[in-house]
C-alpha cells in the first residue's frame, strides 16, 4: 500500500511568488492534515480537509489555503510568499474510524529567495 | 501560546539505558496522546500513543506514561539503540472542530554507541 505523496520534494520560489504544493492521501483515508515545519521549530498546524471540507485551520494569514479534491488528494497554496515562508510543508491523512494516527508524507521543502 | 511543550531541546544517552523524554501540555480538553519519531529528510513516523483514560501504555522498548493531574507525559525507551537516534515529538488531539493534532517543538535524541 502506498503511503502519503507529496510533491514537489523541493520547490524554490522569489518572494511574491505562488507556490502549490500537493498531496496524495493514503488509499482509504479521508482527511488530510498540512503542517508547516520551519527550521529548528515544531511542526505548526495549517488547515485540516475532511470529506472535501475545510475543518479547521491554524494560526496563519489567508494568504495561505488549499483545497481537498473528490478524490480526497489535496493541495496547498501559498500566495505572495514571505521570505519567512520557507519551511518544510508536511501533508499527512488519517482514516476517519476512529483511528487517531496520522500518517505523513515526506514533505515539500520550501525556499523563498 | 505553546500548549504543547517539548523543553528539552536534545538528550544524549548511552546504547543499553534508558532515555527519558519528556513533554508537558497546557489544554486540559486534550484526549489523546502520541509519540511521533523523525529523521532527517523523512515526514514523522508514529509510534505510540495513549488515551486520556490510561496512565500507561507499552509497546516492546517503548513505554508511555501519562499523569493527567500534572498535565505531563513521558516516553521512555529502554534499552536505547543507536538506530533510535532521531527528533522526538509529542502531539495531543483537541476535540471537536479542533480534532488536529498539536506537536511540540520536538526533542533530538542521540544514542551513543
Known amino acids: 500500500e502506498a503511503g502519503v505523496t507529496q510533491s514537489p520534494t523541493h520547490l524554490i520560489k522569489t518572494r511574491g511568488q505562488q507556490a502549490t504544493l500537493r498531496c496524495s492521501p493514503i488509499?482509504?483515508?479521508?482527511?488530510v492534515y498540512w503542517y508547516q515545519q520551519a527550521l529548528g521549530l515544531g511542526l505548526q498546524f495549517l488547515l485540516w480537509y475532511d470529506e472535501g471540507e475545510e475543518r479547521n485551520r491554524g494560526n496563519f494569514p489567508p494568504r495561505f489555503s488549499g483545497r481537498q479534491f473528490p478524490n480526497y488528494s489535496s493541495e496547498l497554496n501559498v500566495n505572495a510568499l514571505e521570505l519567512e515562508d520557507s519551511a518544510l510543508y508536511l501533508c499527512?491523512?488519517?482514516?476517519?474510524?476512529?483511528?487517531?494516527?496520522?500518517?505523513f508524507g515526506s514533505g515539500t521543502q520550501l525556499s523563498v529567495l | 501560546d505553546q500548549q504543547v511543550k517539548q523543553n528539552s531541546p536534545s538528550l544524549s544517552v548511552q546504547e543499553g539505558r534508558i532515555s527519558i523524554l519528556n513533554c508537558d501540555y497546557t489544554?486540559?480538553?486534550?484526549?489523546?496522546f502520541l509519540w511521533y519519531k523523525k529523521y532527517p529528510a523523512e515526514g514523522p513516523t508514529f509510534l505510540i500513543s495513549?488515551?486520556?483514560?490510561?496512565d500507561k501504555n507499552e509497546d516492546g522498548r517503548f513505554t508511555v506514561f501519562l499523569n493527567k493531574s500534572a498535565k505531563h507525559l513521558s516516553l521512555h525507551i529502554v534499552p536505547s539503540q543507536p538506530g533510535d537516534s532521531a527528533v522526538y515529538f509529542c502531539?495531543?488531539?483537541?476535540?471537536?472542530?479542533?480534532?488536529?493534532?498539536?506537536f511540540g517543538s520536538g526533542t533530538q535524541l542521540t544514542v551513543l554507541p
Open positions: 489544554n486540559s480538553m486534550f484526549d489523546y
Open positions: 502531539a495531543a488531539r483537541g476535540t471537536g472542530s479542533a480534532r488536529q493534532l498539536t
Open positions: 499527512a491523512s488519517r482514516r476517519d474510524t476512529g483511528l487517531e494516527e496520522l500518517f
Open positions: 495513549i488515551s486520556s483514560i490510561k
Open positions: 488509499s482509504g483515508h479521508t482527511s
